[in-house]
């Protein structure tokens, strides 16, 4: 049965001092795909390896449905492990390396052969029961370390980077299917990527990490629309940070003058207060882009949510098109429009005119 | 190879020169003549009608005394690898694993510290160990222990003795080599799995360093059936071994031919283990299986 994890205010202090894990708080529900995202380094690795017992917190509880196993050791723990390298046995077939989790529970034979053959099937590599995992590729390597930690049904299942290693198209492929796997079995996965578009596509929560600090959790979509930090909103996708001082004008009661001309209007929110610095974030895709239309506009830059601008260059992604824009005060903006076709696509030199909704902006944390 | 390098060498191939010559003049060289006096009569040389003969080897086959030898030898060997096998593996994995720089350093000071003296002094420092009035006696006898000496010296146990501090360190050295190429998560990955420490270690890294085990253990075993001064010193000839006999059919009894026949014998002693020893890392390297 799979199980929720709290993790309570966790550290971790290497023996050379390095503070790799920092006062770090998450609740992982019971069922739920988690990822921790975060740049190299950031002690994501470290945080896993405490899951499963193979680092000592510094500090911290570590509780599994409620009982805290801070101090159980590792083999003791019922949890699946898929290693950033695999790390599959060299010296054993694909079979034995799957058998050997229910080996050591005692199992008989019979058992063991029923379901290695089943978990081999759930990752479709029935037939390759024989092989070494030195003769595998790397996406059926991946799959054998997959089937060895899903067969003893663990009560938590982790993966650090598991798809790393692998191609585009090959990891896009496994993505899908490790989300499927995850949701049929009911298993609570705490996944570790670097990966934000992997994090993305494929969480129920994020925990973004940075310095060994916990920066925001949230579902994909609070951390893509919502980002609470600097950090969240420059890691996660493009995205423009303008950092200026509050101020207001007869147009706007609450604005942020972020120099070079150009003071942006602030979203009607509570959370908003003070007069100090701030950093305000807004998406590419949120701002509207049209040829450069002077008398329409004048009202709309009074108020804020306007700008006028030159398309520097353009990146065609297919679907969309990315246009990298300077502005008449100097600001250099990122634009993401839909390809609405060639006709409607604006080349570098264009004249045109951006503008947004305030409440797309998101105030920052630093 | 293709045959089109095999028939143009480039330069570099030059640079082996010295070093094949080398192996010739002295290696195949003296092993061939050894092997050649030991099917002969005499001395070609000195005597000019020699003829060949296989009376040197009927001789060590015939007599009881020279095949207690060859055993002797053999089991002081085999003690003396396991012996070192057992002291050095845990020594070796401690240094693979020991994650401070400075404790590694340490360790490889005290693996290599023996090596620094000679034979003979670390042979002489066990004698005045082992002796009947070496310290070890002494000591058991003042705390009252023991009344009689124990007979430690001129026994195999005390050649074994200082065979294994002799030779240990080729053992450490040859195992940590091969331990601390093994993925530390691969135990963790088997005690993940609900493995303990203890079946994590039985079922990875023991199997893992199985080539290390024999290398080492080959290496410890041809030193140790080779080796002179720790047997004669520490058995006193009372404890007879090839290379002891070999010297005494030169030097005492003139005999070249017998001592060049009992040469052949440690040489394919040594060989046979060596072809062993190939079969046997194939077996554990999963070779096998590859075609
Ligand atoms: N065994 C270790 N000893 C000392 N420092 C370590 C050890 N493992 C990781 N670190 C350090 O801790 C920090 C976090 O590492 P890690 O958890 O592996 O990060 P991530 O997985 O996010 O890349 C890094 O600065 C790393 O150098
Ligand atoms: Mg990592």
Known sequence: MSASIEIAGVSKVYDGGVRAVDAVAMDIRQGEFFSLLGPSGCGKTTTLRMIAGFEIPSAGAIRVDGADITHVPAHKRDMGMVFQNYALFPHRTVAENVAFGLRMRGLDKATIATKVKAALAMVELSGLEERRPAHLSGGQQQRVALARAIVIAPRVLLCDEPLGALDKKLRQQMQFELKQLQKKLGLTLVFVTHDQEEALAMSDRIAVMNGGRVEQIGTPAEIYNQPTTRFVADFIGDTNIFRGERTTTNTMASAIDVGKDLILALPRSPDIQGTGILSVALRPEKICLSPRADAATATATATGSCAHGIVENTNFLGGAVLYRITLEGGHRVLVQQPNAGTSRLFVPGNDVTLDWTPADLVVLKD | ?291
């Open chain 2, 1 to 291: 190879m293709s045959s089109a390098a095999a028939q143009r060498p480039n330069g570099l191939a030059l640079f082996i020169l010295p070093g094949a010559l080398l192996f010739a003049l002295f290696f195949f060289l003296p092993i061939g003549l050894m092997a050649l006096m030991s099917i002969l009569t005499g001395n070609p040389v000195v005597a000019p009608k020699v003829a060949f003969t296989t009376r040197h080897y009927a001789r060590m086959i015939g007599d009881p005394f020279y095949l207690e030898v060859i055993w002797t030898t053999i089991r002081i060997g085999l003690v003396t690898t396991l012996v070192a096998l057992a002291i050095g593996y845990p020594l070796a994995h401690w240094m693979a694993r020991i994650k401070s720089r400075a404790g590694h350093a340490l360790l490889l000071m005290a693996v290599l510290a023996p090596m620094l003296t000679g034979i003979v002094v670390r042979t002489f420092a066990w004698m005045t160990l082992l002796s009947d009035r070496g310290v070890i006696n002494q000591t058991l006898i003042s705390l009252g222990l023991i009344s009689q000496p124990l007979k430690l010296m001129y026994t195999e146990t005390g050649i074994v003795v200082g065979l294994v501090h002799i030779y240990v360190p080729f053992m450490v050295l040859t195992l940590t080599g091969v331990i601390g190429r093994i993925d530390e998560r691969l135990e963790q990955a088997a005690e993940n799995l609900g493995a303990s420490p203890l079946r994590a270690f039985l079922e990875v890294t023991l199997p893992l360093s199985l080539p290390g085990i024999l290398a080492g253990s080959l290496l410890v075993f041809a030193l140790a059936i080779s080796a002179y001064v720790t047997p004669i010193l520490l058995g006193g000839f009372q404890i007879m071994t090839l290379p002891i006999l070999i010297y005494q059919q030169i030097s005492a009894n003139f005999n070249v031919g017998f001592a060049a026949a009992l040469g052949i014998v440690l040489l394919m002693i040594s060989l046979l283990l060596v072809v062993a020893y190939n079969r046997a890392l194939g077996l554990v390297s999963g070779q096998h299986d590859l075609q």
